[in-house]
Structure formats: C-alpha cells, structure tokens
C-alpha cells in the first residue's frame, strides 16, 4: 500500500446470511460503508426501499462513533430467519440516549438517535467485550 493511502477492510462474505464486517476509522471512509451496507442488505434480502433506511440509520450511528469516540468502529450485518441485523460497535460508553422524541426544528444536534429509532424496527444497546454495540434489527 503507498503512502498516503489507508486499507479498509472488509470480511469476505461465505454466503448471502453469512456475517459480514467491515471497519471504518475516518469520514472518508462512510462513502464505502454505505455502500458495504447496501449491498450487504440487498444480498439478504431487505427490500430497497428499506435498504436505504438502514443505510442512513448506520450512516448515522458511524458519524456519531467518529466524532465521539476514538479508533473508529465496525459493522456487522447478517440475516437470520426473516430478520436483518446490523451491529455498529465501538469503543464509547455505553450510555445512548435511545428512547426520545423528535428535537425541534431549530434544535442544532440530537436527531441522529431519534432517526434511527423511527427507521428500524428495533434498536438496541450491548456492552460486549469487543465495545459498545448498538444492534439495529429489521425484517425482511
């Protein structure tokens, strides 16, 4: 690899329900998450229009992991019966304020949590010995 350049990794994936991961450090590296995503809830069979609204809530959870915490993250995706989850899991505090209304309209932060809520089917918060993990669920 040259100078300059960093390597994101993915896992390979060994079937369509497999899991997959990926690891992002920086914001350059959302472009190719999104697209890790998509692709990774099409082949598992999340209908498009729902592909996009996972995409965003991951978008999201990553945006907020590199601007609160240090070292970046990973995603992880696999299917399950008639379910897709997602994990977005990093070195923060366990402490997500999940579970709120919408802020104003003139509010500066704090919508980030609420949308994810209201595109997923289920959202929850783990503390694991790899980091904090916010499991996002929704089904097929």
């Known amino acids: 690899m040259s100078a300059g350049r960093r390597e994101i990794r ?13 690891a992002y450090q920086v914001a350059t590296d959302l472009r190719a998450l999104r697209a890790f995503v998509c692709t990774g809830a099409l082949a598992r069979g999340l209908p498009p ?6 995409t965003l ?9 590199l601007q609160h915490t240090t070292g970046g993250g ?5 299917a399950e019966a008639d379910q897709l989850f997602c994990d977005v899991i990093d070195q923060g505090p366990p402490a997500r304020a999940f579970g709120r209304n919408m802020p104003p ?7 980030g949590l609420a949308i994810v809520e209201q ?3 289920e959202v929850a918060v783990l503390t ?6 916010v499991r ?4 097929l």
């Not at 229009?49 to 996972?54: G, T």
């Not at 809530?57 to 992991?65: D, F, Q, R």
Request: charged share 25%.
């Open 128 to 133: 694991e010995p790899e980091g904090t993990v």
């Open 74 to 78: 990973r995603v992880r995706l696999w």
């Open 105 to 111: 309209a003139d509010a500066v932060r704090g919508r």
């Open 136 to 139: 996002l669920r929704l089904g």
């Open 57 to 65: 809530a991951v978008s999201e959870l990553a945006t907020n992991t």
């Open 49 to 54: 229009h729902r592909v996009e609204l996972l």
């Open 119 to 121: 595109v997923c089917d």
């Open 10 to 22: 993915i896992v390979a994936e060994q079937s369509a329900h497999a899991p997959a991961t990926m």
